[in-house]
């Protein structure tokens, strides 16, 4: 069940795990760490050529920022109990850091920014808008 668009920064916790459907298309799975203080850790899957980048080009210890459709997954514990873990279809996913390359989709999102950390961004602010 998909419940909404999902944007997050972590640390990849294991390096991509890369798999094939019976179909040959590219599966790269792996979990990042979203909050260090507390563990929360979010599951990421990427499809296709996205998964090919990932799987290639991302390590354990890398910060990405992920972007994609949040879902949940709800599955049978060996005691039976039910357990529901939230995982993002990732539609682009990027490796951040100097120099990191970009890995996203063949149809990358046209409303997503990308800031160079070291840009300083006065042009942005115009002065006479700030209301105090």
Do not use: C
Not at 22 to 31: E, R
Not at 80 to 102: H, L, Q, R, T, W
């Amino acid at each position: 069940m998909t419940l909404a668009k999902a944007f997050v920064t972590g640390t990849v916790v294991k390096a991509p795990e890369k798999r094939f459907t019976p179909n040959d298309m590219a599966i790269a799975g792996f979990t990042i760490n979203i909050d260090q203080q507390n563990e929360t850790l979010v599951r990421v899957v990427a499809f296709g050529q996205l998964a090919e980048n990932i799987a290639s080009t991302v390590a354990a210890g890398d910060m990405v920022a992920v972007e994609g459709k949040l879902q949940t997954n709800t599955f049978k514990l060996p005691n039976g109990k039910d357990k529901k873990v939230f995982e993002i279809n990732a539609s682009v996913i990027e490796k951040m850091g100097a120099g990191a390359p970009v890995s996203q989709a063949a149809a990358p999102s046209s409303d997503i920014v990308s800031f160079n950390q070291d840009e300083i961004a006065q042009d942005l602010i115009d002065e006479d808008e700030i209301p105090f």
